[in-house]
């Protein structure tokens, strides 16, 4: 009989594989809150654009055939946005789809990845799927990715560097002024991986970097319909690059992805301008008076320029007791110990109502 260490390589065997929060249907039936807001995966609170409806009813009427391969609308519509050719554009289902293809693509056998301790998990994982080393560098003490330290991280072995900007978890970002610098450092036949999976709440932030407009050949962008567009359903996101590099994540693409309603929907939902612009103004609000509300209550946090905001607890022990019986009340949020910070919790900004339950909840548990 063949011994189950020898079915799969051993970097399969070690993966862990990733545990989902608890669902809204889960909570609902396990403590039967009044109310429940779900504050712990970073989608749009408010939904998504009204015209996607429509959209996708009609791509039901040809959903039984094939969706296009090669996303031609979403395309031209993300080509032309950001003034790039459409040979430099590629969709999958999800950002993390695109990811997934970048590390099949381009890595060989012990070439490793740099980035740092405390970002996306799903980076991690990707690169462990093909058996590629991660050298993970601290964060700054302002919860920062450290350019110099990813710099000097980099050794004749890196593929790649992964940033992802703003951070997931943290809501923090790297500066103009720190991606000229990192550029400058980082050699020509290092692949620059820039995870912009919350960009479009970045649009009042001065000295976020403008990447594409450098037009570097070695820097690959990630975007996703999932934050910003509220399509996280529906599994759509894309990659910005070089034509090559584009031309060779084609190779090794799922040929039929992302489906067609993916696509009409996020087509729809990419020229609903004001949509886009009162979901942000509703983060930005809530946002800001969240931060009120912890200064009142004396509760240490990280400033984000995301759609989520880090607390910081004193010790594992309370970040747990406050997740766990805020749950109760109907409140999920997300305790972010996977990604290295155990005594953090995220919350995701969420409606007017939801946010008045998160605070009301709040004092409650910790009464304050």
């Known amino acids: 009989m063949t011994s189950k260490h020898s079915l799969v390589p051993a970097n399969i065997e070690q993966l862990k ?124 003490r302002e919860y920062k990715f450290d350019v110099k330290a990813l710099v000097n991280a980099i050794d004749d072995d890196t593929k790649m560097v992964y940033i992802a900007n703003p951070n997931n978890p943290t809501g923090t970002y790297i500066t103009t002024e720190e991606f000229e610098w990192l550029m400058e450092h980082i050699p020509s036949d290092v692949m620059v991986i820039m995870d912009e999976a919350y960009y479009e709440y970045t649009y009042e932030v001065n000295d976020y970097p403008d990447v594409l407009s450098y037009n570097y050949e070695n820097v690959v962008v990630l975007r996703t319909f999932s934050k910003g567009y509220g399509l996280a359903g529906f599994r759509i996101g894309y990659a910005i690059a070089s034509k090559e590099i584009i031309g060779y994540l084609y190779k090794t693409k799922m040929p039929f992805e992302p489906t067609v309603i993916a696509q009409a929907a996020a087509l729809a939902a990419f020229k609903d301008i004001e949509f886009l612009k009162n979901s942000r103004s509703i983060v930005k609000q809530e946002k800001e008076k969240l931060y009120d509300f912890f200064d009142q209550k004396r509760v240490q946090y990280i400033p984000s320029i995301a759609n989520f905001v880090v607390m910081v607890f004193e010790t594992e022990e309370e970040a747990i007791f406050f997740t766990s019986t805020m749950l109760k009340k109907g409140v999920i949020l997300r305790r972010i110990q996977a990604f290295g910070l155990p005594t953090c919790v995220r919350v995701t900004i969420g409606t007017e109502k939801e946010m008045e339950h998160f605070k009301r909840s709040f004092s409650e548990v910790l009464n304050r």
């Open 17 to 140: 594989p990733y545990v989902p929060g608890k669902t809204i249907a889960e909570v609902v039936e396990e403590y039967q809150p009044d109310q429940i807001s779900k504050l712990a995966s970073n989608e749009n609170r408010v939904g998504f654009s009204k015209h996607v409806y429509p959209a996708i009813q009609e791509a039901l009427s040809y959903a039984h055939e094939y969706p296009d391969p090669l996303t031609k609308k979403l395309t031209k519509e993300i080509a032309n946005e950001n003034g790039v050719d459409q040979s430099q554009v590629i969709f999958g289902a999800g950002s993390e789809s695109v990811l997934s293809m970048l590390c099949k693509t381009f890595f060989l056998n012990k070439q490793n990845i740099v980035t740092s301790n405390a970002t996306f998990i799903g980076m991690y994982v990707q690169a462990q799927i093909r058996g590629v080393k991660v050298k993970k560098t601290p964060l700054t």
